[in-house]
């Protein structure tokens, strides 16, 4: 299959039109149901989340 | 019906010590696996001294071989299976290649600086989902070990990436026919690898390797994906891996190494993952020219394309010339596949997989309980909601520490997001909590696994080690060597000497 390979080639007719709209989550049916995480881990991430983020590093596996 | 096991490596981490050596802490968690064990663990076989294997791929007759050793050990008469022996070395174990087999017929141990758990041989992908996420259990009962042991805590991370740069593997293994081509494998295969992450992804935050883009995509791995075919695993990683290893009979056997998926916390993405790959491969060993069709004119550009397309929209180019989006390809793949579900369980994974399909294919959303990365998109999209203003009526951009925080406490066993959102109801299950006990105990009961872990529950004191297709054994014997069980027959669930061992 590589050289049928395109080069880069098969988007440019085929882009989506640019304003399709990514899609967002309404107030979702479920959402009640996460309101009082939500608001736990947004507690939780005021204090570290930037040096959480920092120290996580792992080594590379498979 | 067909032989599938899963491997992952989990992400490791001391929350009070960044900078813990990684490779002592998976050796010291594998211990804490072990003490955790009991008695009811067994080292891992190298395999390094099989007399009777040879290179070119086949393996000697024991009437051949050696049989002044052989034949006066009464457990080598034809009923009793292959058995072989092997001499005595002086017994060492790296810790930094530390195993433990255990009594589920899985392998924790050390790879490279991370602890990985390969499960056990299972025959559908019901049975895959429930011994992955005794997996889990498994890595949990030993960080908890670990913390009791070691004085300081392990947090593990079922995912792939570190967001600098580094990402970890989880693979899914498939037995199939040796007779069907590796070029038709690969190439039949493409396709569905490249395109399932539709409803296999897990989430990520950060576009490119060191997420030096800001933005959300679908899948964990396909930043990392730079090749179509290679033997490679850890760097210039291919769709289609080459590894040539079938742990079973060669000549019977490949062992599909799959390493573009995603860890996945949700059941249905791994039944989804597991099942729709095993289907498409019936129909890869069918001869099924249909498949052509789908034929991607760049799959590794794909790859990245599908995953950072959260519209499902985008149109990939075909070989021949015409496009599809990744959820045409999909639907295609599921009408094929339709031909080749042959049991209930095969039913089950295609009505699954086109109800997801439709449910993606109308409102992302809607398959929130069942996808990954939409479930973690949703969530973060409610985050990044609760922080909007006139000034930003967007809420918390993508770049926002608050969101990557997220993601990583998405994944971590024990309390991480996807675990609570699932305590809270929101997530679909495909195995119930008491399927994933019983299997942190025991072997699924229809391969060899069930002999390996059913041996190392029954009567480890007689086992020297144990790998995926051998069962070496350290007893009284008038040859004092080692025996060698081979257990070459991945569904072979039955061997008339280790069966006799296990009734005691």
Known sequence: ?62 | MRVVGIETEYGIVDPDEPRANPILMSSRLVQACRSWAGDRTARWDYGGEDPLQDQRGFRRSRAQATPELLTDAPEFDESAGEVTLRRRRGSWEDPAHLNAVLANGARFYVDHAHPEYSGPEVTSAHDAVVWDRAGDAIALAAAQRYAEHEGSQVHLYKNNVDGKGASYGTHENFLVRRSTSFDDLARRLTPHLVTRQVFAGAGRVGLGQFGEAAGFQLSQRADYMEAEVGLETTLRRPIVNTRDEPHATRDRYRRLHVIIGDANTFDVATYLKIGTTSLVLAAIEADDERLDTLALAAPVEAVQTVSRDLTLRERLALADGDTASALEVQRALLEICRSYATDAGEAAVIARWEGVLERLATDVFSAAREVEWVAKLQLMGRMRARHASPEAPDGLPWHDARLAAMDLQWSRLGDGLATRLAAAGQVERIASDEEVAAAVATAPQDTRARLRGGIVAARPDVVDAAGWSTVVLDRETDHGHLEVVHLDEPLAARHPLLDALMAG
């Open chain 1, 1 to 62: 299959m590589a050289q049928l390979n395109a080069q880069g080639q098969p988007y440019e007719d085929e882009t989506p039109e640019p304003d399709a709209p990514a899609p967002t989550p309404a107030a979702q049916t479920s959402g009640d149901a996460l309101d009082d995480l939500l608001a736990e881990i947004d507690g939780s991430l005021q204090v570290n989340a930037e040096q959480f983020v920092r120290s996580f590093v792992q080594k590379g596996g498979q």
